[in-house]
């Protein structure tokens, strides 16, 4: 492969310029030339085609690579294309679209399909179990967990000094999604027992997703508790100041009932900040009990929530479900927290042990050499 001259020089790849994501799943640093465009949101004018992009032709030029995000690209130039669960995002009930996808996906134009973590490579290859061409669907699949860039910074914490009051940051504004009721149930519990620790959510509070009951005026009473004295709730924050917000609390807070991905847990974690998380989805493969806490949660064998997109979300015994889980990882999360004020020897472990995972599973460095290496391999590729 050395004589191969696609080695020799800089690939041109059209990357995605209006998915957040993308700079998570793509080279922060590339010795390959990465010329990120805006896409053509398919999906807003035939909603069947939300699974496929047509990436924006201007400025003019053409490219060795398309490297997609979550949507499969048309057109002639050869792809690689990552996702973070579904693949292709149409659905088999939309029949022509999902057949043109799948082609798409199991042709000699699709090089690679990169997975976000195993569990959505699972998730994935799970879906299409009974596909005829599962097999080459496999092959094609690779597994590279997000990159994060890593500050060159010291952890600001004294596990020699007692907390007087324990930080923990929610981010998410799908409130309840996330987890934003486990937190304000967190703080109401806390405030009762006596423990010493603060709340700070932002969030815009967004509730009735997929995850969530559906009934008006369920989620008013959680609503109420950002209120609570030992509770601050900002609607919205740029970026940074989140970052910063997380990097000098002692804890991020993500006991989420539906997530394929958490970037502001892993953002914390490069700031020395470990999370309290459910065990689902990716969360296992990034945090382990000397980086951070999972929290058991009823999952499917891919490890999603058991009970996401229940038919019966309008249902008393649905709402029953959720509030009974609520109340029991808030329950959970106390007893976590009130060891750590306890122990700020213990904290400390984990906040050493955060920055190590995030050094060693999450590093944007190492995530830059696999996508140059990725792209080379792809167009050796026939």
């Not at 400025?59 to 130039?77: F, K, M, Q, S, Y």
């Not at 993500?254 to 470990?274: C, I, K, W």
């Not at 050094?359 to 792809?378: G, I, P, Q």
């Amino acid at each position: 492969m050395t004589g191969d001259p696609i080695i020799s020089r800089q690939i041109k790849v059209l990357g995605t310029q209006n998915q957040d994501d993308f700079v998570y799943n793509s080279p922060p640093f590339s010795r390959h030339r990465i010329d990120r465009r805006r896409y053509v949101p398919l999906g807003r004018i035939y909603k069947p085609m939300d699974g496929a992009k047509v990436m924006t032709p201007w400025p003019l030029g053409g490219a060795d690579l398309v490297h997609a995000w979550r949507r499969i690209p048309l057109g002639p130039t050869p792809f690689v294309v990552g996702f973070d669960w579904h693949l292709p995002l149409t659905w088999e009930h939309s029949t022509q679209s999902f057949a043109m996808l799948m082609d798409a996906l199991l042709s000699p134009k699709c090089r690679r399909i990169v997975a976000s973590s195993q569990a959505a490579a699972s998730a994935m290859l799970h879906r299409h179990e009974k596909h005829p061409r599962h097999g080459e669907l496999q092959t094609k699949t690779v597994v590279r967990l997000p990159g994060i860039d890593i500050p060159d910074t010291q952890d600001w914490f004294d596990p020699n000094k007692k907390i007087d009051e324990l930080r923990l940051v929610f981010v998410g504004d799908h409130f309840a999604r996330k987890g934003g009721c486990v937190a304000v149930k967190l703080a109401e519990k806390a405030l009762a027992a006596g423990v010493p620790l603060h709340i700070t959510i932002v969030s815009s509070q967004t509730c009735g997703v997929w995850t969530d009951p559906t009934r008006p005026g369920f989620f008013d009473p959680y609503l109420k508790l950002c209120s609570l004295p030992n509770v601050t709730l900002i609607p919205s924050l740029p970026k940074a100041e989140t970052l910063d917000l997380i990097g000098h609390s002692h804890l991020t807070l993500m006991p989420s009932f539906g997530d394929t991905l958490e970037y502001t847990v892993m953002e914390g974690m490069a700031r020395h900040t470990p999370a309290i998380v459910t065990a689902t989805c990716s969360f296992p493969e990034f945090i382990d009990a000397d980086s951070g806490v999972l929290l058991p949660l009823e999952t499917t064998c891919q490890g999603e929530w058991k009970h996401i997109g229940d038919p019966g979300r309008d249902k008393p015994e649905f709402e029953a479900l959720f509030a009974n889980t609520v109340d029991r990882l808030a329950e959970q999360t106390l007893a976590v927290c009130a060891d750590l004020i306890a122990n700020p020897a213990r904290l400390g472990e984990l906040r050493k042990g955060a920055r190590r995972m995030a050094e060693t599973k999450l590093n944007a460095k190492d995530a830059s050499r696999f996508w140059d290496e990725l792209y080379v391999e792809a167009l050796s590729r026939r």
